[in-house]
């Protein structure tokens, strides 16, 4: 089956440094989740790409699928402490079966 | 709305004894999966359902069954329980195939 690597594992920022995780595929995907968890917490959806080449933001948060759709990134600006935790990008690859990557674990320093 | 409703939120266990977790969504969802959180490996899925009646296995089926008899509940069972089950729970479910996942808040599994 289809499997998504994602890197790096941590990221340890200063507040207002930016951040950026990168998700990769061998094989093309469909579409691309990503997810946020809060430490403690549970997951919670972000977003989905769909389109090749396709780019979205959501206030701070900028989301990218490669042209190829074998790659997808998560890039965040100027980091607040609201933005700790675990983002992880997930990969539908069957009927109701995803493949989540191991996630990025963001800590941002005051 | 509720969302999804896992129980319960911690439990410990003894190697060999069974229990079953429980989930439930009052979103009139389809699709429900359970998934298994282990340090360092994201999430994998355990088995999963399209709809009641109907389920199938995932990454990691092993020492877990799964019914779905109605689609408000998909409970996780544990058959025989291990150390090696000792992992965060995740009960999911979604409105389409490929749509969002919408998580419960996780249950905590121990076994010594």
């Known amino acids: 089956g289809q499997q998504v690597m994602q890197i790096p594992q941590y990221q340890h920022v200063q507040e207002g440094e930016d951040f950026t995780t990168y998700c990769n595929s061998s094989t093309t995907l469909s579409n691309i989740q990503w997810y946020k968890q809060r430490p403690g917490g549970h997951p919670v959806f972000l977003i989905q790409?769909?389109?090749?080449?396709e780019v979205k933001k959501q206030k701070r948060l900028t989301f990218q699928f490669g042209e190829a759709k074998k790659n997808s990134s998560l890039h965040i600006t100027a980091t607040q402490t609201t933005d700790v935790g675990t983002y992880f990008c997930?990969?539908?690859?069957?009927?109701?079966?995803?493949?989540f990557g191991s996630g990025t674990k963001l800590n941002v320093k005051p | 709305n509720a969302g999804v409703t896992q129980t319960p939120k911690f439990q410990v266990l003894k190697t060999g004894q069974s229990m079953t977790l429980q989930c439930a969504q009052d979103?009139?969802?389809?699709?429900m999966s359970w998934y298994r959180q282990d340090p360092g490996m994201g999430l994998r899925l355990i088995h999963y359902?399209?709809?009641?009646?109907?389920?199938d296995q995932g990454e990691v089926p092993n020492g877990y069954n799964v019914s779905r008899s109605t689609t408000e509940d998909f409970p996780l069972r544990l058959l025989s329980a291990a150390p090696s089950q000792t992992s965060v729970y995740f009960c999911a479910s979604s409105y389409s195939a490929r749509g969002e996942l919408f998580f419960g808040e996780g249950s905590r599994l121990t076994v010594l």
């Open positions: 359902s399209v709809g009641a009646g109907i389920t």
């Open positions: 997930a990969e539908p690859y069957n009927f109701n079966k995803f493949y």
């Open positions: 979103m009139n969802h389809e699709y």
């Open positions: 790409l769909v389109k090749s080449g």
